[in-house]
């Protein structure tokens, strides 16, 4: 898959994603996010386990920004996507939106961090990835 | 779908699921399992939020019961079933399990009571899906 | 403390533990649960932490049993108890109750096994615990 | 209490908070900080559900900003800080901190908008609220 290609994970909402507002509570779009990010990474050849056993490596989320521009309801089937914006040497930023259809209800960025599992010190982005992201 | 068929939904584990145990985190089975049988739900024609629009109903959990056998690990992916085992009145009661391929991981019962959305009394089980459990 | 008083723990319904139908997720209970063991624990000398640095062992959730008596909600200041029901040599079982002033909302039990942090296998309850617990 | 006093809420790390990486699960952070901001709206005179039903209103959250600067961990006594940054006419905006004693491990920034809970529609922060941020 290329890096400019938008990756996009279906999402129901249950009623264990909502809150006593009618909506989906808001922190729960960042898990959302979470999953379209794994299975994104997914998509080039790495689960989280895989890429902490065979890498070294894992992705730390360094800062998130959310903007929430509608709510999502119940039952309804979202879109979650995730898109590389920028790479560094161990910093990866994404752009992440939570569509239901044509409808944009948020719209956030994510910048991970490439750590080693053992120290959690900053590495540098494994080459295997990095020749598919650059 | 006949009421004697098991439903199954593929179920992903995140770290949003797992705890600092290096497993899925015990209450998440739950959730896991509102899932399932909201899809399962959705198989004889409704959604949670139809449901309660167009019958007035909602299924509320009375109570549950969880074996834990063995722990799922992340990036597992699952499959989380849901089968009738008794209809009373407003009562329906659902076997629900939870494997890995072949390996169970997960038993359970859940009780469910169908209950009035405005008063939260119980009420018998719509005609629609009680013809469809019989 | 001894083993024959309750521990209680005030936990505050906050909208994340809600969901649309206006009432605490049922789930949720669970982790209220969660909470008032590990407080519970620690009543005994040893956090949930410690006593796999100190002692090498955890417990692990073997089985729940949960009655949804009546719903909590919004801004709801719950008592979430524990108390010890049986002692075994890996097994523990405890009662918990959920209640809102003097009224139960919720009643269960959850059986844990004491397992040895590195095989995971049971093994018997520390006697510095036991001790306290018989 | 004075709009220039920093709220601060004691939140324990328990099990449930925390993920397969052994740290506290990003997207949990952004529920602590909701912990704080409903408790530091109570000590204005208001729970959410008291909101609701004596002003027809309620914050919702409109956009956040969260730093990761350090992860804690299970068992950790993290102190979650809320602060009136700005207020506007429907506008709020609050800086959210957590902490470890000295440590500080999040910085974030939460954009709250106050809405009618008939019609989801911004509106003037209450007079009762405004007077005591101003």
């Given at each position: 898959m290329s890096k400019h290609r938008i990756f996009s994970l279906p999402v129901r909402v249950y009623y264990q994603d909502t809150d006593a507002g009618g909506v989906v509570y808001h922190a729960n779009y960042v898990n959302f996010m979470?999953?379209?990010?794994?299975?994104?990474?997914?998509?080039?050849?790495?689960?989280?386990?895989?890429m902490m056993k065979e890498l070294?490596?894992?992705?730390?989320?360094?800062?998130?920004?959310?903007?929430?521009?509608r709510p999502a309801q119940l039952d309804d089937l979202l879109q979650v996507s995730a898109l590389i914006k920028e790479v560094g040497r161990s910093r990866v930023t994404l752009t992440q939106t939570i569509a239901r259809g044509e409808e944009l209800l948020t719209e956030g960025e994510v910048h991970l961090v490439c750590v080693d599992v053992q120290t959690f010190k900053p590495v540098s982005v494994p080459e295997i990835l990095r020749k598919q992201w650059d």
């Open positions: 979470e999953r379209a990010r794994t299975e994104w990474l997914r998509t080039f050849g790495y689960s989280n386990a895989g070294g490596v894992m992705f730390v989320v360094r800062s998130i920004r959310l903007d929430y521009l």
